[in-house]
Nanobody, 122 residues
Framework: QVQLVESGGGLVQAGGSLRLSCAAS????????MGWLRQAPGKEREFVAS????????YYANSVKGRFTISTDNAKGTVYLQMNSLKPEDTAVYYC???????????????WGQGTQVTVSS
């Protein structure tokens, strides 16, 4: 039902910046929350940031707070993740996701994009 396409990943040096984009094919009131999660090789997927289409409420993982900013362009149906002061430990595949407010990111009802690779060199 919902298709999510990420873009903007790439290779950057430590301390650099990168902006990820997520284009959503549709938005519904049942799928009101958008988020970014990441997965490094050999590690479990972890939450990075989230935002709602209907409001300005945002949430960040402690590891990225103050460095990353999530935002939306509702007219374009696009979610962004501005990443500043990047560290090598930020290296991972970043996934765009969508869920309803009552679900956790671990729920099977969550919609996922294909992911985009972010690599931060030291």
């Amino acid at each position: 039902q919902v298709q999510l396409v990420e873009s903007g990943g790439g290779l950057v040096q430590a301390g650099g910046s990168l902006r990820l984009s997520c284009a959503a094919s549709e938005r519904t009131f049942r799928t009101d929350v958008m988020g970014w999660l990441r997965q490094a090789p050999g590690k479990e997927r972890e939450f990075v940031a989230s935002i709602s289409w209907s409001g300005g409420s945002t949430y960040y993982a402690n590891s990225v707070k103050g460095r990353f900013t999530i935002s939306t362009d509702n007219a374009k149906g696009t979610v962004y993740l501005q990443m500043n002061s990047l560290k090598p430990e930020d290296t991972a595949v970043y996934y765009c996701a969508a869920k309803n407010p009552s679900s956790s990111w671990a729920a099977f009802s969550v919609y996922w994009g294909q992911g985009t690779q972010v690599t931060v060199s030291s």
